[in-house]
């Protein structure tokens, strides 16, 4: 079951960055952060994923509070292509994992 | 490399018919996972297949099974349709390392009429 608390939807201007909030308060010790996005009518996308420290990859950057019962997922510079629903996850494994309802994020142009 | 590819994209059944729906993994990778995708339930694990062997299930009724081939190759079949059948499903395969990533399939859109 979904343990993660996401807004409904976010807009962002194209070129800004999208810093996109998730909280998961009853976050355990040994799970994971994970960040998906599905773009309309396609399988999702793995974003990234994260324990206790920060993460960065070429898509995005990932932080992950202190006490590790909330995260911010940032987009540096969002583009069009960047629409999409974003989910944030917390599981022990990387295979069975549960969604929510995410955040639809629109870039305005 | 080969993405995870799913068919039918599309499929059509009636009430009480059974479906097979088939996923092949990117190459290398030993897990398959399935999952559901309905406007109201949003996305919903179905069952993990790992080396042949079911390794985790979801909150889903008996009608809904699946197995893995020698190959990792994977299928899952739903027995007895019903209208709340209707969703996407989707394939998603990674390697067997537990923390990583999925690369999910384009998924089947099942209707059911």
């Known amino acids: 079951d979904a343990k993660t608390t996401q807004p409904t939807s976010m807009d962002c201007a194209e070129g800004r960055a999208a810093n996109l909030p998730c909280n998961h308060s009853?976050?355990?010790?040994?799970?994971?952060v994970y960040w998906y996005r599905q773009i309309h009518s396609q399988g999702p996308q793995y974003i990234i994923h994260?324990?206790?420290n920060n993460e960065t990859n070429e898509m995005a950057s990932l932080i992950i509070t202190e006490d590790r019962k909330s995260s911010t997922l940032i987009l540096p510079h969002a583009t069009l292509r960047d629409t999409a629903v974003y989910y944030c996850?917390?599981?022990?494994?990387?295979?069975?994992?549960?969604f929510g309802t995410g955040t639809r994020l629109t870039v305005i142009p | 490399k080969a993405g995870v590819t799913q068919t039918p994209r599309y499929l059509i059944k009636t009430r009480g018919q059974q479906v097979t729906l088939s996923c092949s993994p990117i190459?290398?990778?030993?897990?398959v996972s399935w999952y559901q995708q309905t406007p109201g339930q949003g996305l919903q694990f179905l069952f993990e297949?790992?080396?042949?062997?079911?390794?985790n299930k979801g909150n889903f009724p008996g009608r809904f099974s699946g197995r893995q081939f020698s190959n990792s190759r994977s299928e899952m079949n739903v027995s007895t349709l019903e209208l709340g059948d209707s969703a996407l499903y989707l394939c998603?395969?990674?390697?067997?390392?537990?923390?990583?990533?999925?690369?999910f399939g384009p998924g089947t859109r099942l209707t059911v009429l």
């Open positions: 998603a395969s990674s390697l067997e390392v537990v923390y990583n990533e999925q690369f």
């Open positions: 190459s290398g990778h030993r897990s």
């Open positions: 297949y790992f080396s042949e062997t079911q390794r």
């Open positions: 994260g324990l206790k």
């Open positions: 009853t976050i355990s010790g040994n799970e994971y």
């Open positions: 996850i917390v599981a022990t494994g990387a295979n069975n994992l549960f």
